[in-house]
């Protein structure tokens, strides 16, 4: 061969080389687990991935994303979680009730949680300002959000002086939400009964004592089991003719009468975001903790009417959205 062919051959190789190692090296995998179902939660999906591709990541391109839904079956949420640690995802996106299975499964790969709840109580990280370990994430107020979803029931309510409140006794955050919900009532001269339900037949018993001990108006505590649960909730509203307030859009999406709380759309948003950060590099120690900065308010103008309420011009104006 000749000295300048051979040169020649050399250089294109140089040129080819980083090609082809480019093109072999492995996409990144993301785990996504949640305790929901995927059909209810497209809409947050496509949120999700769009906001992973303006980080620079496009599902099928450049990222792969392996989807865990236990569909409401949480005893499967461990096993899952195990299965993405096995396949050695890059990185794990925890929502709905699947925190706590995500970090019991792995202290090492990165895991990005959506959480209703104060995540430094519930020891998922160290701060809100520096996580440290391995979590991050977002979380959407509620107990927060007490004063404003008791003013907005009042408002479409103007009667409902006895509020039930159903809580689900294994939600640590119970105490705050209960605190801030008996000062918010006690300003406005209502009285406040706590009812109990961890499971769905304990919803069912729950509803069924307003048979024998009407109160005037339902305010639903913000928890996971309970969206979850949220058909069953519309479906016992109206049998027994309950005002009732939720803390998530989903809700009066499936029937419910009003909410008022996160926009957990912005939520997966964030989300999004921080898996892209991670899978160029950034550790989840030093990412803050997102805390919710968009709220919403969803009325269902049919579930109104089928209670025999009128919603007022006022508040129609602010709602977000009105279901028809």
Not at 108 to 120: L, M
Not at 195 to 218: C, K, M, Q, V, Y
Not at 228 to 255: C, I, K, N, W
């Amino acid at each position: 061969m000749r000295r300048r062919e051979f040169i020649t051959l050399i250089a294109g190789a140089a040129v080819f080389a980083p090609a082809v190692a480019r093109a072999q090296q492995p996409m990144p995998v993301i785990g996504f687990l949640s305790g929901q179902s995927a059909e209810p939660n497209a809409m947050r999906m496509l949120i999700f991935r769009q906001a992973l591709k303006e980080a620079g990541f496009a599902e099928g391109e450049n990222v792969s994303i392996i989807y865990r839904w236990a569909d409401n079956q949480l005893d499967r949420l461990p096993a899952m979680a195990a299965e993405l640690v096995q396949r050695q995802v890059a990185v794990i996106v925890s929502t709905a009730l699947s925190q706590f299975a995500a970090k019991a499964a792995t202290s090492t790969i990165p895991i990005v949680f959506s959480i209703n709840a104060d995540p430094v109580r519930l020891g998922l990280v160290e701060s809100i300002a520096r996580p440290g370990g391995n979590m991050t994430g977002a979380t959407f107020l509620t107990a927060e959000l007490v004063q404003k979803r008791l003013d907005l029931l009042r408002e479409l309510v103007p009667k409902a002086v006895r509020i039930a409140v159903l809580v689900n006794p294994t939600r640590p955050d119970n105490e705050t939400e209960l605190r801030e919900l008996n000062a918010a009532a006690r300003s406005h001269g209502q009285q406040i009964s706590v009812l109990t339900a961890g499971t769905a037949s304990e919803i069912d018993a729950a509803f069924a004592t307003f048979e024998r001990d009407r109160p005037d108006a339902l305010f639903v505590g913000g928890d996971p089991f309970f969206n979850l649960r949220r058909v069953q909730f519309a479906l016992l509203a109206a049998r027994y003719r309950m005002p009732a307030t939720y803390s998530l859009r989903d809700h009066p999406e499936a029937g419910g009468l009003m909410s008022y709380g996160t926009n957990v759309n912005d939520t997966y948003r964030q989300i999004g975001h921080y898996v892209g950060r991670i899978l160029k590099g950034a550790k989840p120690a030093e990412l803050p903790v997102v805390q919710s900065t968009k709220f919403e308010l969803i009325i269902n103008a049919q579930a109104a009417r089928t209670l025999g309420l009128t919603v007022p011009p006022s508040l129609l104006s602010i709602a977000d959205e009105v279901i028809e």
